[in-house]
């Protein structure tokens, strides 16, 4: 194991242990919010509070879950898990926020029943107001514990679990707020907010769901890590274009790249071989990326060269956003073709059959071999 893998792995396992010690706190005082809202919430007959209790008590779920996902994160590479097992933490926040899902839905069941049938009014005592009042200050000290943690580790339990806690100190208050409109007025408001809880778990929830699937699903890669690989690769002497960057993440210190790397058509096997070698082994080094490089031939006499340049000239100028690599030019007696990959954004209507219709328009006499790649 080099250097920078040893200290990856230090720092991971740092990390979990980080987010390990932060999810025990989180569950300890969420045992004890639970414990005190709901005694509360029974005693003054408020499905506000009550509720409220029970979004604690998917809150202590959640931290235990998010536990036991850094302690099965945390376990090393095996046969049957080559890229090892840090994706658990998604799997953690996927089940915290179903948990949380249910949990919302069957609490603003409640409330909708309690606005359009009326179970009783709440009855307020002072001693509730001093244990919300509590509460928001614990979900204050829940909030600062996992928002250091999430700074130092990037994990996204803990991300989820600082904006759970900052939300749920909004919760209470509008259950505190709720008890003093009945103590002031009489109104009766204990369904509305405990609506209005409700939905801010589901929403909570919702929010927490997607941002747990689309990792395990695969994330388009972040603009900045695509540019700062590129900007390395095309450092070195011998490289002449970089294309095709794919790289998937396997957790926060897990990511696995794959590129096409240009080279000239001259240069030999042996030398491409050891530049893509050299490229992959410093890429390891000093972005801690495993790299599988691809070598691409480019052709690169006079003549093919104006050729390339002017159909790119021509397609930019008929074609927003579309980008032109993998051109590769062959003559063989009368049989004239062109290949290449045209990159089309997402969003795009663009074909390429579009980009083909354009260039037979251009030059019909060459046979254009296009393969269209989606980015």
Sequence with gaps: MNKNAADKTKKQEKGFSTGIRAGIFGMVTNALLFAAKLTVGLLIKSIAVTADAFNNLSDGASSVITVAGYKLAARPADREHPFGHARFEYVAALIVSVVMLVIGALFLKESVTEIFLGQGTPDVRPFAYVVLGVSVAAKGAQAAVYGASYKRTKSLPMKAAATDSLGD???????????????????????????????????????????????????????????????????????????????????EKHSYAVVHVEVSASETLLGAHELVDEIERDVLAELGIQLVAHVDPREETEGRADLECLLRAYLADRFDNLSVHDFRILEDGDKK?????????????????????????????????????RK
């Design 169 to 251: 100190m909004l919760v209470t208050s509008a259950a505190i707020l709720g008890a003093v409109i009945f103590d002031v007025t009489g109104a009766d408001v204990d369904g509305y907010f405990g609506a209005a809880i409700s939905l801010f778990i589901v929403f909570t929830a919702a929010r927490l769901l997607k941002d747990s699937v689309s990792p395990l699903l695969g994330n388009a890669p972040l603009d900045g890590m695509v540019g700062k690989l590129k900007q390395k690769i095309l450092s070195y002497q011998g490289v002449l274009g970089v294309h095709d960057v794919t790289i998937h993440s396997y957790g």
């Design 337 to 373: 073709q062109i290949f290449f990959d045209a990159e089309i954004p997402w969003e795009s209507t663009l074909t390429k059959e579009d980009v083909l219709a354009a260039l037979t328009a251009f030059d019909p006499d060459y046979e254009y071999v296009i393969t269209e790649d």
